[in-house]
């Protein structure tokens, strides 16, 4: 048995989680920003009041950023602002992650320094992103709006041809005051369709909306409420520079297009690059929510006692192994969510963005990874909210939002099944997956990480296989059959092999680890994490010979000593997540004399 835990081994382990050497540059900033006073639960509001709110915060986030523009090139910090705001207010992050990333981050890899972006940077205005429409979400590229070029003038007109190119969703209502859009619209130059470009259109003054921009707001939505409206545009006269350019697309003196590209569609996906960086903020976001609900429910599970097996006795909830081993099994996947995000983030950070094969590859892993992180979070937050009850219904509590919240990262950026279908096509045969050699199971037992390890790879080598075996067999002469009957493998195939990236990235992080108690931690986190994956396999595996029926007898038996090994360490655990204690002191069942919390007094206010 390991010896207690010490705090040595929850900084060693915090340092893991945060960047290391670079969590106070990366990290700390937001940490402490999300601490303070302004980011305190404010009961009673209506809707508009909570997004005005959160737009009153997107100026305290500006004021701490020390620099838009820095913050927006800065991928490591900007995706950490979202794992931080995220947790606080649902909203911030979807309004900040749209004017940074989105709004500011379009303009900057375009032409940005050529403009004075001084009224974005400064929050004179708030920028957002108009690119989906009511009736192309996921098929964007199919997009009805258009930008018309006037010859006359050599600006362009931008209109919304039909009620079903309004954009959808975007927050371009009056709350937040004055707003500037970066719009997705089709150019076409005397009548020709040049491909989907991006325009920047002003929306709004002190007075209200502009000529031309019709808003209409939509109902309220799930989750932390955002200004969300339907928005078109009605013959709105642009100049020359609103156009957004660089090396892909740029008009020439004569108005012709000039471009690197050959075709439309890689036009689009250049214009709209921003999602990627999107995708790693959406992921972060989640990833926060995640992290803060586990820190709420295991010390809510310390602090809540309950009848012992003796008369008179009274036990912590963490006793039990139906509610700890729930808990510790959420943790594992929640570690490998967050080191499997740090590697995709170091990756596309270092990336060599002339290499377009490594590029599409990180676009891919990036998707898959938001796709599986996002999806996680809402069976983590689900759960911690069951585990805390009642309690866990009251929003003052830190959890009732969460879960709701999520949803919104699931559909953001690419709603998940989707940008998981893409990646699946591409990964048939366009990706080596498995093992080379399979290893046989002789000598071998379940707690060598090694052996896991494999036995994930081989599984994804299964499902590749299906996956090619049906494309093969598939109707010929038609595309859409061949594809439904190979899209079942292919999903599980993607589902297995981002699962196996998280086990390499927290396999990584235990590699790094200085003391012998955070090792021992990390590495049964990891075991345990990858006895849950196999589980779903064990018959696949046993077919192909490389499971015993002795080792699938022996995964419950294992899977429990693992549980049993980390329960005692479930606080060290969550204290590693830093989550502020200033902010937990406002969560009533954070805090051991939650009865008698202010908030949850019956003469609070």
Not at 182 to 203: S, W, Y
Not at 245 to 266: I, Q
Not at 485 to 503: C, F, K, N, P, Y
Request: proline share 4%; with cysteine; net charge negative.
């Amino acid at each position: 048995m390991v010896p207690p835990v010490g705090e040595s081994v929850v900084d060693e382990l915090t340092g893991l989680l945060f960047e290391g050497d670079e969590r106070e540059l990366v990290h700390d900033n937001w940490r402490h920003l999300v601490g303070g006073a302004g980011f305190a639960h404010q009961p009673g509001l209506t809707p508009r009041e909570r997004a005005e709110l959160s737009y009153r915060r997107l100026h305290l986030v500006n004021e701490a950023a020390a620099g838009a523009e820095a913050l927006v090139y800065d991928t490591r910090r900007l995706t950490a602002l979202h794992e931080w705001i995220g947790f606080v207010d649902g909203g911030l992050c979807t309004v900040a992650s749209i004017h940074y990333n989105l709004f500011l981050g379009s303009l900057l890899d375009h032409d940005g320094y050529q403009r004075d972006l001084s009224a974005f940077t400064s929050m004179r205005r708030t920028g957002v992103f108009l690119c989906t429409e009511l009736e192309h979400g996921n098929d964007v590229a199919a997009l009805r709006t258009v930008a018309v070029l006037d010859r006359e003038t050599g600006g362009f007109i931008l209109h919304t041809p039909a009620p079903g190119a309004q954009k959808f969703m975007p927050n371009t209502s009056l709350t937040g005051g004055p707003k500037t859009a970066v719009v997705a619209a089709r150019l076409l130059v005397e009548g020709e369709d040049q491909g989907i470009f991006l325009f920047l259109t002003p929306l709004s003054d002190e007075n209200g909306h502009l000529p031309g921009v019709r808003v209409r707001r939509l109902p309220d939505r799930t989750g932390t409420p955002v200004d969300h409206c339907l928005t078109s545009f009605d013959q709105v006269r642009l100049p020359r520079e609103a156009m957004l350019e660089a090396s892909h697309g740029r008009l020439d003196e004569n108005g012709r297009l000039v471009s690197t590209l050959g075709n439309r569609r890689k036009r689009f996906l250049r214009s709209v690059g921003r999602v990627t960086v999107g995708k790693l903020c959406m992921s972060a976001g989640t990833l926060g929510m995640a992290r803060a609900a586990l820190t709420i429910a295991v010390r809510y599970a310390h602090h809540r006692h309950i009848s012992g097996t003796k008369a008179g006795q009274r036990v912590p909830l963490t006793a039990h192994r139906s509610h700890h081993a729930r808990l510790l099994h959420s943790l594992a996947t929640a570690y490998a969510m967050t080191f499997l995000h740090r590697s995709a983030v170091d990756q596309w950070v270092a990336h060599d963005k002339t290499d377009r094969d490594e590029r599409e590859r990180l676009e891919r892993l990036i998707a898959v990874a938001k796709g599986w992180i996002t999806w996680q979070a809402r069976e983590i937050t689900i759960e911690c909210r069951e585990r805390c009850g009642a309690q866990g219904l009251f929003p003052v509590n830190g959890l009732a939002d969460l879960p709701l919240n999520v949803e919104g990262g699931i559909t953001a950026e690419g709603d998940n099944l989707v940008i998981w279908l893409k990646a699946a096509s591409e990964m048939v045969f366009g990706h080596d997956s498995g093992l080379a050699e399979p290893v046989l199971p002789v000598g071998r037992d379940l707690n060598d990480l090694d052996f896991l390890r494999d036995l994930l790879a081989s599984a994804e080598g299964i499902w590749q296989k299906r996956a090619r075996t049906a494309l093969r067999g598939g109707p010929s002469g038609d595309p859409l059959g061949r594809w439904n009957e190979t899209s079942g493998a292919a999903l599980e195939m993607v589902s297995v092999h981002v699962r196996l990236q998280a086990v390499d990235a927290l396999r990584a992080a235990a590699a790094r680890t200085r003391n012998a108690r955070a090792r021992f931690l990390l590495e049964n986190m990891c075991r345990l994490f990858l006895l849950d994956q196999l589980r779903e396999h064990t018959g696949d595996l046993i077919a192909a010979g490389l499971m015993s029926p002795e080792h699938v007898t022996s995964l419950h038996r294992t899977t429990e000593s693992v549980v049993a090994d980390l329960a005692p360490h479930l606080m060290t655990l969550v204290d590693a997540f830093h989550i502020p204690e200033e902010y937990l002191s406002r969560v009533p069942i954070a805090n051991a004399d939650y009865a008698d919390h202010p908030l949850a007094s019956p003469t609070a206010t």
